[in-house]
C-alpha cells in the first residue's frame, strides 16, 4: 500500500482522534471529531477521512457501526507532532530536590528512588537501568582481592563518583599483582574505559611478550570475566508494578501476566532497554515497535542519562498505549537532566 501524503485536515483529525481516544479509551465517532472547535469541516468530510484513514493503517474499527480507535501508526504520528510543537522545553515539571539527594555515593539507592519518582509521578511502571562499569570512563580504578576467586574493582569516574562491582575469575592474584595492574592501568589509560583497554591489550600483547605477558595475560582475562559478567548481569530497578495491575481495563490480562513475567527475568528486560538507549533526548516506542508480543500492548518511554556524550544508562516509565504523552514525555526529559546533574555536577 502506497503511503498516504497527509494534508493539514488530515493531521489534525488524526491528533484529535488520539487525544480523544487517550483521554477516554473509547472508539471515536466522526461526530465527535466535527463538534471540535479546532475544525471547520462537516460531519459527512469528517466520515470520509476518517475512512481513508482507516484504509491506510492509522486507524481501525472494533466492529461495525462503531467509532474508530487509533492504531500504533496513529499514537506514531501523534507522539511525533508533540515532539514537532517543541513540548519538552514549555512544559515544567516540578519535583523536590531532596528527591535527588545522594548520600556518600550511594548510586544504587539514588536510582532506586528515582524509579519511585517516575512511577509515583506517572502514575505507572518507573525503572531505571543502571551504568556499566565497563563503558565508563574513569579517572583512576584499583583492583582489591576479596577471595581466592573475587575481585572488587573500584572505579573513580571523570566527575569523582565512586562504582564497585565485585568479579568472579578464575585466575589467582596475589594482591601485589593487583597493585601492580591497578597502576599500570592508571598511568596509561587514564579517561579511558574497560572495553578500550581491553581491546588494546588484546591488540598489543606481543610488545609486552618479553617483560609483562604473564601480568598481562591474567589482566585481559580478568577485564574479560568482568565484561561477561556485566552483560548477564545488568541492574534495573523497577517500581510501580501495583499501578498496571490497577488498569485491568487497559490490558488483555493473559498479556499482562506474561508482561510482569519478563519484569520477574530483570536481565532479559534489562537486556531490551539497553538495545533502545540511544543519544536521543527522549526515545517512545509503541505497541509492535517494541517487537516483543507479550508487550504489545505498552508503550516505553525512555532517555538516557550521564554527560556530555557519554551515556551511563537509561530511565523511563513502562505503560499501557493509553497514556497521557503530553505530560509523560516532558517527565520523562526532566528526570533524566535531573539525574544527570545529580550525578555531575559539573553539568
Known amino acids: 500500500?502506497?503511503?498516504?501524503?497527509?494534508?493539514?485536515?488530515?493531521?489534525?483529525?488524526?491528533?484529535?482522534?488520539?487525544?480523544?481516544?487517550?483521554?477516554?479509551?473509547?472508539?471515536?465517532?466522526?461526530?465527535?471529531?466535527?463538534?471540535?472547535?479546532?475544525?471547520?469541516?462537516?460531519p459527512a468530510t469528517v466520515r470520509n477521512i476518517m475512512a481513508k484513514l482507516e484504509k491506510h493503517g492509522f486507524l481501525s474499527q472494533p466492529y461495525t457501526s462503531a467509532g474508530r480507535v487509533p492504531t500504533d501508526k496513529c499514537l506514531r504520528f501523534y507522539v511525533n507532532s508533540l515532539?514537532?510543537?517543541?513540548?519538552?522545553?514549555?512544559?515544567?515539571?516540578?519535583?523536590?530536590?531532596?528527591?535527588?539527594?545522594?548520600?556518600?555515593?550511594?548510586?544504587?539507592?539514588?536510582?532506586?528512588?528515582?524509579?519511585?519518582i517516575l512511577a509515583e509521578y506517572s502514575d505507572n511502571m518507573g525503572f531505571v537501568l543502571s551504568p556499566r562499569i565497563s563503558k565508563i570512563n574513569f579517572n583512576h580504578l584499583r583492583f582489591i582481592k576479596i577471595s581466592e576467586e573475587k575481585v572488587m574493582i573500584i572505579l573513580i569516574t571523570d566527575f569523582n563518583l565512586?562504582?564497585?562491582?565485585?568479579?568472579?575469575?578464575?585466575?589467582?592474584?596475589?594482591?601485589?599483582?593487583?597493585?601492580?595492574?591497578?597502576?599500570?592501568?592508571?598511568?596509561?589509560?587514564?579517561?579511558?574505559?574497560?572495553?578500550f583497554i581491553r581491546s588494546y591489550l588484546v591488540k598489543e600483547l606481543p610488545q609486552?611478550?618479553?617483560?609483562?605477558?604473564?601480568?598481562?595475560?591474567?589482566?585481559?582475562?580478568?577485564?574479560?570475566?568482568?565484561?561477561?559478567?556485566?552483560?548477564?548481569?545488568?541492574e534495573i530497578f523497577l517500581q510501580?508494578?501495583?499501578?498496571?495491575?490497577?488498569?485491568?481495563?487497559?490490558?488483555?490480562?493473559?498479556?499482562?501476566?506474561?508482561?510482569?513475567?519478563?519484569?520477574?527475568?530483570?536481565?532479559?528486560?534489562?537486556?531490551?532497554?539497553?538495545?533502545?538507549?540511544?543519544?536521543?533526548?527522549?526515545?517512545?516506542?509503541?505497541?509492535?515497535e517494541l517487537s516483543m508480543p507479550?508487550?504489545?500492548?505498552?508503550?516505553?518511554?525512555?532517555s538516557h542519562y550521564g554527560y556530555d556524550d557519554q551515556i551511563l544508562g537509561s530511565l523511563g516509565i513502562i505503560g499501557p498505549k493509553r497514556i497521557p504523552y503530553k505530560e509523560i514525555i516532558p517527565l520523562v526529559d526532566y528526570v533524566a537532566k535531573k539525574l544527570s546533574r545529580t550525578i555531575s555536577p559539573n553539568l
Open 83 to 116: 515532539f514537532e510543537e517543541a513540548i519538552l522545553p514549555e512544559r515544567k515539571v516540578r519535583l523536590l530536590d531532596e528527591d535527588f539527594a545522594m548520600k556518600k555515593g550511594d548510586l544504587n539507592s539514588l536510582l532506586n528512588q528515582v524509579s519511585k
Open 162 to 195: 565512586v562504582l564497585t562491582e565485585i568479579v568472579e575469575t578464575h585466575e589467582y592474584f596475589t594482591q601485589t599483582e593487583l597493585d601492580r595492574a591497578s597502576q599500570y592501568i592508571n598511568q596509561g589509560f587514564q579517561g579511558k574505559n574497560l572495553l
Open 208 to 234: 609486552y611478550r618479553m617483560k609483562y605477558e604473564r601480568i598481562i595475560n591474567k589482566l585481559i582475562s580478568l577485564v574479560k570475566a568482568y565484561i561477561h559478567q556485566e552483560e548477564q548481569q545488568s
Open 294 to 302: 507479550d508487550i504489545s500492548d505498552c508503550s516505553l518511554i525512555l
Open 1 to 42: 500500500m502506497q503511503n498516504l501524503a497527509l494534508r493539514e485536515k488530515d493531521k489534525e483529525i488524526l491528533k484529535l482522534i488520539a487525544e480523544s481516544f487517550l483521554k477516554v479509551g473509547k472508539p471515536v465517532s466522526s461526530g465527535l471529531i466535527a463538534q471540535k472547535k479546532r475544525l471547520s469541516v462537516s
Open 240 to 288: 510501580g508494578t501495583a499501578k498496571l495491575l490497577e488498569k485491568p481495563e487497559l490490558f488483555d490480562m493473559e498479556r499482562l501476566r506474561h508482561l510482569f513475567q519478563n519484569f520477574e527475568e530483570k536481565a532479559k528486560l534489562a537486556r531490551l532497554l539497553s538495545d533502545f538507549i540511544s543519544l536521543d533526548r527522549v526515545k517512545v516506542l509503541i505497541g509492535s
